[in-house]
């Protein structure tokens, strides 16, 4: 992706149609979905999007991933020819589909992701990912960067903000569990609550960075209708959640399934994970 297609970004509001499209055609040719005439429209394709937490030497705990099993899983991607596209440029093509105006979609594309700001996404996945040109989104909440020993700091993330490969999108303000506070708070004050985190977030982030930020992601992939009514009125564009599956045209756009990986998802049983969504029996 090029430094040029980076600063090509999906505003969070409406505009002008034509506008609109233009921005989502751009989007989408930066993400390496148009590329050729040999790629062929597929109906409701399955598209994995992967979702990481922290690397290390060995398993710390359950979402630490070894830096040798992440490397086995970038060798089979690229084995299995995948194309790693931005989160936004899936996103763009899936607004475009919902408009009833569908483009192509790379065969085996798949978006990979990495949440809460880990400084082992500075030290060990980032340059992993530098070596083969892939585009990973980072959600994070801002209240750890520069704060919580094991995150980011803000130099660290604006490093990393500032490269045309990662994205750094929303994980609200301090990663609250949503569905429990609502269980414990009046209705309004809860949307207060909720309005705040997805707001502030947002804001910090592209102040702090200078980016546009379009995407969240559900703290422990936990929302509801209501939430997620919010985040749209709140600007976002989509936000994702978890689910062991590939996300589709069909999933709701505020709750997209997120595959969670986690160091016991060894090469092979990634492979297989890719396969059935793929479908074309080509995994190994
Ligand atoms: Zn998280």
Excluded at 47 to 58: A, D, W
Excluded at 86 to 107: E, I, M, N
Excluded at 247 to 253: Q, S
Aim: hydrophobic share 45%; glycine share 6%; with cysteine.
């Amino acid at each position: 992706m090029s430094r040029a297609c980076a600063k090509v970004r999906t505003g969070p509001g409406p505009g002008p149609a034509d506008a609109r499209r233009r921005a989502l055609m751009l989007a989408l040719a930066c993400g390496g979905v148009l590329r050729g005439a040999a790629v062929a429209a597929t109906a409701a394709p399955k598209v994995p999007i992967l979702v990481y937490h922290r690397f290390s030497t060995q398993v710390r705990d359950t979402m630490t991933v070894r830096i040798s099993t992440f490397e086995a899983h970038l060798a089979l991607l690229q084995r299995m020819a995948c194309h790693v596209i931005p989160l936004s440029a899936w996103v763009a093509w899936r607004l475009a589909w919902d408009a009833g105006d569908p483009v192509p979609l790379q065969p085996r594309t798949v978006v990979l992701t990495a949440d809460d700001g880990h400084r082992s996404q500075f030290d060990v996945m980032a340059p992993l990912l530098r070596e083969r040109g892939w585009p990973m989104t980072l959600f994070v909440y801002p209240s750890a960067i520069s704060n919580a020993d094991y995150a980011m700091t803000w130099t660290q993330l604006q490093q990393l903000a500032d490269e045309p490969l990662f994205s750094v999108q929303s994980h609200t303000y301090w990663h609250p569990n949503l569905l429990r506070d609502q269980a414990n708070m009046p209705p309004a004050a809860f949307r207060r609550f909720a309005a705040d985190q997805l707001a502030r977030s947002r804001d910090t982030l592209a102040l702090r960075l200078g980016r546009p930020v379009t995407l969240l992601a559900w703290p422990f992939g936990l929302s509801d209708a209501g939430l997620q009514r919010q985040a749209r009125e709140a600007g976002y564009l989509a936000a994702c959640s978890l689910g062991n599956r590939a996300a589709t045209p069909g999933d709701a756009l505020f709750a997209l399934p997120r595959q969670l990986i986690v160091d016991s998802v060894d090469a092979g049983r990634l492979a297989t994970r890719l396969d059935a969504a793929f479908d074309d029996g080509a995994a190994s």
